[in-house]
T-cell receptor, first 118, second 109 residues
């Protein structure tokens, strides 16, 4: 159980393109989803926390106008990287927490999206 | 500030036992998680501790001492596929997950 699907797994596109990444919880409802980015050989960096039906909370230094997050339902959150540039190339990973309770629920991760901007 | 410390890299031999330590200083405590992350892949959940003591799950065990701000992940009967990074994460009083930088575990034959 607790499967999170992330799509696409890999994107290669030209500079200036906007890229949309989807994160779905397949067998549970997720009130909260998280978006991370990870550079090679570095740890996860939280970009934003997405709550269903409300605006995302962005971490300091993350541009909300560049990284648009929509959490329209209890099973779907999307991250759109607008006008992507080579410095946005990274591994983007989403995670979700199940609705039931708050204490011991781990974050379940999608498989990640490797974004390469040429 | 909030801080989680774990060794950057460890090396162990196939079939042996290895212990990966994690110390933390956070604003409150609502549980500690261990995740495994293979290179180029997303993390996968391994264990959760919220009370002091040892949680055993197959070849993997995780220990917590809240008074010491300390946890360890114990891996027994190491296999080559256990080569990965192991991430320690603590949920603080705001239920935010604070991540350690990860420990890269190298298994040698």
């Amino acid at each position: 159980g607790a499967v999170v699907s992330q799509h696409p797994s890999r994107v290669i596109c030209k500079s200036g393109t906007s890229v949309k990444i989807e994160c779905r919880s397949l067998d549970f409802q997720a009130t909260t989803m998280f978006w991370y980015r990870q550079f090679p050989k570095q740890s996860l960096m939280l970009m934003a926390t997405s709550n269903e039906g409300s605006k995302a909370t962005y971490e300091q230094g993350v541009e909300k106008d560049k990284f648009l997050i929509n959490h329209a339902s209890l099973t779907l959150s999307t991250l759109t990287v607008t006008s992507a540039h080579p410095e946005d190339s990274s591994f983007y990973i989403c995670s979700a927490v199940a609705v039931r309770g708050t204490g011991n629920q781990p974050q379940h991760f999608g498989d990640g999206t490797r974004l390469s901007i040429l | 500030g909030q801080n989680i410390d774990q060794p950057t890299e460890m090396t162990a031999t196939e079939g042996a036992i290895v212990q990966i330590n994690c110390t933390y200083q956070t604003s409150g405590f609502n549980g500690l998680f261990w995740y495994q992350q293979h290179a180029g892949e997303a993390p996968t959940f391994l264990s959760y501790n919220v009370l002091d003591g040892l949680e055993e799950k197959g070849r993997f065990s995780s220990f917590l001492s809240r008074s010491k701000g300390y946890s360890y992940l114990l891996l027994k009967e190491l296999q080559m596929k256990d080569s990965a990074s192991y991430l320690c994460a603590v949920r603080d009083s705001n239920y935010q997950l604070i991540w350690g930088a990860g420990t890269k575990l190298i298994i040698k034959p």
